[in-house]
């Protein structure tokens, strides 16, 4: 009966450690990198109450009897896998990503820890802050950041380039614009008839007709009735102005004659016999052949209503608006009024206007093709462009076909000129000129220059292959300049690699060329600092230098759990932990060093709450047992 009474004491004790273990996880559930531990059990010795035997005759072999005494804690394991990663901001809250432990020391011991809760001390010692203890580097010594030194300065060696030098260049040059098409004159078809008596007899009660047929349309119907007295050659082309659309009838000496009323080669007139067989046409001695207008090459003294691209004729009044831009930029937009009394009505009087618009450009006419050019008065890059378009009134132009289009684009003179900064061995900052002249063979000679010091040297011989690639170059290019107090100093030019396109190119496009590096600075002083992965602690100076002010140091272990926890997250090597590997973030089996961050709990709530609830069971079937185990013996007292 004593043996169940031990047993449950055992199981009491063994759950209340177990709840002891729970509990502290719990507690530390937001304590930064702390790690779980579970309880485990095991049960204790058994008495045996009977062995076991072999089968022998008609006997079976027996199984041992066996008492259990109890259950005992085995062992309490931590669990070392990582906790979430909360970003903190601020540069010394480190975390690992991965394996691994910071190195501390408390000037005695060296104590590991996951929690990177670090900071800089008055002395510029990096610390735990928690603690007080100090951080170890990569060499296990501890870290004594240098802050106060300045970066110093650095003279100009070498500058490296990119960009585009022109290809084609051959300036300066004005920008200039022609119409996309040339003007022309046109004239009308004409057909006249033979017949020049004035005097046209048509018998009364009769009606003789013909077709007029313009630009290949339908054929309009002219008729004609008879009368006692006989019809002039005026009286005939009334009667065909007011029964057709598109051709003007006029008395030509006593004969009809009959044009078109727009002109130019697409322009077709076309005279058939009446179908009735009295034949108005024959009457008036008109051809039956088609005849065509024609063009040519307008002159200033075209009449802009004679254009083949002349729509219905304008009239005094209507109003062409010239639009566009000058070559400083200058909005244009005037009005062409036409009309003799006005403006004009050639294409002699549009140029003039258009003269007058653009100030800073000059038209001209070409007579022999019949484009009109617009020329900047002025070399270089402009932005001179010109439209015509019809405002308002009857008449109109299809002026589209006018268009103007740069011809040639406005350039500068056949050189580039860019600036580099050069740091002298002071660290004073100087700016040098580079002024790029293309040479009669096409290659570039570069010219140094600056107005606080002396400069000589001639890059002379930079050219580039037919890709636009640059080609090798004779020698290292290179000039020197000496700044006052300052000894002479050598600056080399890197323009690229043979070949490619890696640093200055030759396109047909405008110049780009620009200074991408210079390997010189200025004296720094440290202005910002940052931990990257592999646990460098990197100092940004106001120079724009980086340099080096730490390596911060990861341990590493083959059995985590052999090591043994000395409290405040902090823990110590054991036999069993294995000797410690230190090496910088992210090389073999230590994580990532993570900067502005730490490392959370890995305690899973949920998970505890339940084991709470199996301990809790346990202990009270423990407690139960205890109860039983006395009633019973109480009663075996009474009996006795």
């Known amino acids: 009966m004593a043996s169940s009474l031990f047993s449950a004491l055992s199981g009491l004790q063994a759950h209340e450690n177990w709840i002891s273990v729970i509990g502290n996880n719990l507690a530390n559930a937001n304590t930064p990198g702390f790690k779980s531990s579970r309880a485990v059990f095991s049960d204790q010795f058994s008495q045996t109450l009977r062995f076991a035997s072999l089968p022998s005759g008609n006997l079976g072999g027996r199984n041992p009897m066996q008492l259990g005494l109890g259950v005992q804690l085995a062992d309490i394991g931590r669990d070392f896998n990582q906790g979430a ?59 004594n950041l240098d802050t106060t030194s300045l970066f110093p300065p650095q003279a100009t060696q070498r500058v490296s380039f990119a960009g585009n030098l022109p290809a084609n260049v051959t300036g300066p040059l004005p920008q200039s614009l022609t119409s996309s098409t040339p003007f022309k004159q ?94 108005l046409a024959g009457l008036t001695g008109m051809s039956l052949n088609q005849v065509a207008g024609t063009e040519s090459v307008a002159t200033l003294t075209t009449p802009l209503n004679h254009l083949p691209t002349n729509l219905t004729d304008y009239a005094a009044g209507d109003v062409i608006e010239i639009a566009g831009v000058d070559t400083d930029g200058t909005p244009v937009l005037a009005s062409f009024v036409f009309g003799a009394a ?40 402009t932005n001179l462009s010109m439209t015509i378009t019809d405002s308002s009134g009857v008449g109109g132009t299809d002026w589209a076909q006018q268009a103007f289009i740069v011809t040639t684009p406005g350039t500068g003179p056949d050189r580039a000129t860019t600036s580099i900064e050069v740091f002298d061995q002071a660290g004073t900052s100087h700016t040098v000129a580079l002024t790029y002249e293309r040479q009669d063979d096409g290659s570039w ?39 006052p107090g300052q000894s002479a100093q050598t600056v080399t030019l890197d323009f690229g690699t043979p070949g490619l396109f890696d640093g200055v190119t030759q396109f047909g496009q405008g110049a780009s060329v620009f200074a991408d590096f210079q390997d010189g600075f200025g004296v720094g002083e440290l202005s910002n600092m940052s931990v990257n992965g592999d646990g460098d602690i990197q100092g940004f100076y106001t120079n724009g230098q980086i340099r080096v002010l730490g390596e911060i140091g990861v341990a590493s272990f083959v059995n ?22 230190v090496s910088k973030g992210a090389q073999g089996r230590a994580g990532q060093v993570v900067g502005g961050a730490l490392e959370g709990s890995n305690v899973a709530v949920a998970e505890e709450f339940v084991r709470l609830i199996e301990a809790q069971r346990g202990f009270q079937a423990n407690a139960r047992v205890i109860t039983t185990t006395d009633e019973v013996l109480a009663e075996l007292v009474n009996l006795l």
């Not at 002109?263 to 009735?276: E, F, P, Q, V």
């Not at 090591?563 to 110590?572: K, Y």
């Open 85 to 143: 990663l909360a970003n903190t901001g601020r540069t010394f809250d480190l975390a690992l990503n991965g394996g691994g432990h910071f190195m501390v020391t408390d000037g005695i011991n060296t104590l590991y820890t996951r929690v990177g809760t670090f900071g800089l001390d008055a002395t510029s010692r990096l610390v735990d802050q928690r603690t007080g203890f100090r951080v170890l580097g990569i060499n296990g010594q501890p870290l």
């Open 186 to 279: 046109g004239t009308a078809a004409t057909t006249t008839g033979s017949v020049a008596t004035n005097s046209f007899s048509v018998p009364v009660g009769q009606t003789w007709t013909m077709e007029v047929i313009v630009d290949g349309g339908a054929p309009q119907v002219v008729s004609l009735a008879g009368q006692a007295a006989p019809y002039t050659a005026q009286d005939i082309a009334n009667a065909i102005n007011a029964q057709t659309t598109g051709v003007t009838a006029t008395d030509n000496g006593g004969a009809v004659a009959i044009t078109t009323d727009r002109t130019g080669a697409a322009r077709s007139l076309r005279i058939r016999a009446g179908a009735s067989g009295l034949d």
């Open 342 to 381: 006005n403006d004009g009505t050639t294409v002699g009087d549009l140029v003039n206007f258009i003269d007058n618009a653009f100030p800073n450009a000059t038209p001209t006419f070409d007579p022999i093709t019949g484009q009109l050019r617009i020329q900047a008065d002025t070399t270089g890059v």
């Open 445 to 483: 000679n570069i010219v140094p220059s600056t107005t606080d010091g002396t400069v000589s040297g001639l890059v002379t011989g930079l050219r580039f292959n037919q890709n636009g690639s640059i080609a090798a170059l004779p020698g290292t290019p290179s000039f020197q300049v000496q700044f």
């Open 560 to 581: 985590d759990n052999g090591l043994r926890e000395v409290g405040d997250n902090l823990w110590t090597e054991t036999p069993n932990s294995g000797v410690r590997t």
